[in-house]
């Protein structure tokens, strides 16, 4: 989809601004005026953005969702650690609720050597890295997602995650807003979301620092309905108490 890694750029750029000039991504991506312009035709063309009069905003609500194989390439440093702090939680014997985020994606990749839990998960990329393990994983079943192509939805995939008590579910979205709220773009998946937490004894947030103070276009829950959070910046007052 993408003709450079520029645009890949771009991107993760429009999503937490929503809006930018041309003279703004330039100077952040260290390229001309010109070269953006060409970028952004190119992404227009493929409905990824909407330029306007001297800048560019994301095109829509569907194409707002950065793809996957672009998230996992975003803030690697923070996801890895956020992933093995989590490992913390884990002992054996446990059923394990991973949702369709990049950041669950880290997690899994942490528990590739461990023999004992038992993984049920949404996220098609879980299921293909876990492949490679000796772990019992179930997917949940279900389509996929059209605006997020490592997601599984629907009746299926609920059926499973609201049939399943798990120890331990690890979730990530896209926003925590100052109030203490937790927001992600698409209604669907916060559906499924919702039954994996329902479901769930110890329900734990992976949020990086850059997600706070924002918000998105649907409510998931509040920091008051889940067990804990783990964040890479624990110098945060005001969210201390809900690190581990």
Partial sequence: ?????????????????????????????????????????????KGLVKRTYGGVEIAGESSRIVPFSTRIHHNIAQKKAMAKKAMTYIEDGQIIFLDQSS????????????????????????????????????????????????CLLGEDAHEIFSKTHADLCF???????????????????????????????????????????KYAGYRQCSLKDIDGMICENTSLGKYEAFFS
């Fill in 1 to 45: 989809m993408y003709s450079n890694e520029r645009e890949r750029e771009i991107l993760n750029l429009l999503t937490e601004n929503r809006y930018m000039t041309v003279k703004d991504l330039a100077g952040l991506l260290f390229t001309s005026e010109s070269s953006i312009r060409r970028d952004l035709t190119s992404m227009e063309i």
């Fill in 103 to 150: 950041s669950a994606l880290f997690v899994a990749n942490e528990l590739m050597d461990k023999k004992k839990v038992t993984i049920i998960t949404n996220n098609i990329e879980i299921l293909a890295s876990l492949s490679q393990s000796d772990l019992k994983v179930y997917s949940s079943g279900g389509y996929l997602s059209h605006t997020n192509r490592n």
């Fill in 171 to 213: 979730f990530a979205a896209k926003a925590l807003s100052p109030e203490g709220d937790i927001y992600d773009f698409t209604r669907e998946e916060i559906l499924i979301r919702d039954t994996m937490l329902k479901n769930a004894s110890t329900k734990i947030f992976l949020c990086d620092s850059e997600k706070f103070d």
